[in-house]
């Protein structure tokens, strides 16, 4: 069975990188068709979106969000990762990794990150 497990410093400062890793076992980064996608959720808010990494390595962002993400993977690790540049406090949220074929099969179990000075 796949699992997912973010990781990552739960603290960033206003307009510092966000830098978090996800870590896949139980399957490979590189499987044919799945897509490994990037999701978080603000306080009292939904969930949202920020981008994915398909399995050929193409990626597709946030239209709100491309100007400040990047999402890579290590396929020797089996990790994939995500950089969220000059964060602000209204990128605080737990973030979440997903992967699968149907998009979103599996989900880690989400990490919170708080922009705070």
């Known amino acids: 069975q796949v699992q997912l497990q973010e990781s990552g410093p739960g603290l960033v400062k206003p307009s510092q990188t966000l830098s978090l890793t996800c870590t896949v076992s139980?399957?490979?980064?590189?499987?044919?068709?799945?897509?490994w996608s990037w999701i978080r959720q603000p306080p009292g808010k939904g969930l949202e979106w920020i981008g994915y990494i398909y399995y050929s390595g193409s990626t597709t962002y946030s239209p709100s969000l491309k100007s400040r993400t990047s999402i890579s993977r290590d396929t020797s690790k089996n990790q994939g990762t995500l950089q969220l540049n000059s964060v602000t406090p209204e990128d605080t949220a737990v973030y979440y990794c997903?992967?699968?074929?149907?998009?979103?099969?599996?989900w880690g179990q989400g990490t919170q990150v708080t922009v705070s000075s």
């Open positions: 997903a992967g699968g074929a149907g998009f979103a099969d599996y």
């Open positions: 139980g399957g490979s980064i590189a499987t044919n068709y799945y897509y």
